[in-house]
């Protein structure tokens, strides 16, 4: 794998990483489902006009647009509501814990995808890694953390939609169409689709009140996360392999438990730490067997 499919990886990942804690910054004074459409509706809008300063077009073949209907329903409307509203409901440790599945739920979508059949290792790391989730959110009690079960289990969910729309994009990406055109279009098809509901689910008050930090997290999750984190993991997946690439994303839920410490003050309780040794475990276990 080339260098540079690993720093895009890298760099990508760093940036998902942080999306828990944007996400809850963002909630604390916005409406969930504010935060969800604002971050979709705004990288839409900024989207559309550099993709036609670019010159990007669409994509030709019906192949490739079914690929781009599915990777930006998941990415861009599919997961940030579930995500988001999840990330209301739980803690941003936990948020960031759980994403340490998505190498597993990418793993099995493109495995199914391409009708190959895992390895009984990845049997094992998976029932092990779910093993894991199902510790951190039964100790959701014990821990103290601001966590829930209905949280913790829209977050999971949204990894689904998260990790089947990294498998359609990658695939998009390998088929010839470019990172940004995936991207742009994916984003900017839904953002069109979804400008006419936010009069209708906007709650002005909160946008007027809500603060520099909440903004800023607002406009990380749709500049940052939406447009330059999918543009950097949209192009390492087509390049160096959705199989392979997608290891990286391991290292996701570094940043995010940090951050969650750092920005947040969410402290680090033993049954979190022991859930995400199994967790941990159980997707090395899984993803090994694809090296």
Not at 113 to 136: H, V, Y
Not at 155 to 167: D, E, P, Q, R, W
Not at 195 to 217: E, H, M, N, R
Not at 238 to 259: E, H, N
Request: net charge positive.
């Amino acid at each position: 794998m080339h260098i540079t499919v690993v720093f895009a990886a890298l760099a990508a990942v760093i940036i998902f990483g942080a999306s828990p804690v944007a996400a809850k910054i963002a909630v604390s004074t916005i409406a969930a489902i504010d935060v969800a459409m604002l971050r979709t509706v705004i990288g839409g809008l900024i989207a559309i006009p550099v993709a036609l300063i670019l010159g990007i077009g669409l994509p030709k073949t019906g192949s490739q647009q079914m690929l781009l209907l599915i990777s930006g329903f998941c990415g861009f409307v599919g997961f940030p509501l579930l995500f988001t509203f999840g990330v209301l409901l739980t803690s941003a440790n936990h948020a960031s814990m759980i994403l340490a599945a998505l190498p597993v739920f990418t793993g099995a979508i493109a495995m199914t995808w391409d009708r190959q059949k895992p390895q009984s290792w990845w049997w094992l790391g998976c029932a092990l890694a779910f093993a894991g989730e199902a510790i951190l959110i039964s100790g959701i009690d014990a821990d103290n953390t601001g966590a829930s079960v209905t949280g913790d289990t829209l977050v999971l969910i949204s990894n689904l939609m998260a990790s089947l729309g990294y498998v359609a994009g990658g695939r998009l990406q390998r088929s010839g169409y470019s990172a940004m055109g995936t991207t742009f279009w994916g984003v900017a098809i839904f953002a069109v689709l979804m400008l006419p509901l936010l009069p209708f689910t906007i709650q002005a008050t909160d946008l007027k009140t809500a603060g520099v930090s909440a903004w800023a997290a607002v406009l990380y999750l749709a500049i940052g996360v939406t447009i330059i984190g999918y543009i950097l993991w949209y192009w390492a997946l087509g390049s160096g392999g959705i199989a392979r690439v997608g290891l990286i994303q391991f290292m996701q839920p570094v940043s995010g438990v940090i951050l969650a410490w750092f920005l947040l003050g969410e402290m680090l309780s033993t049954s979190f730490l022991f859930a995400s040794v199994i967790i941990f475990i159980g997707v090395w276990m899984a993803i090994r067997v694809r090296k």
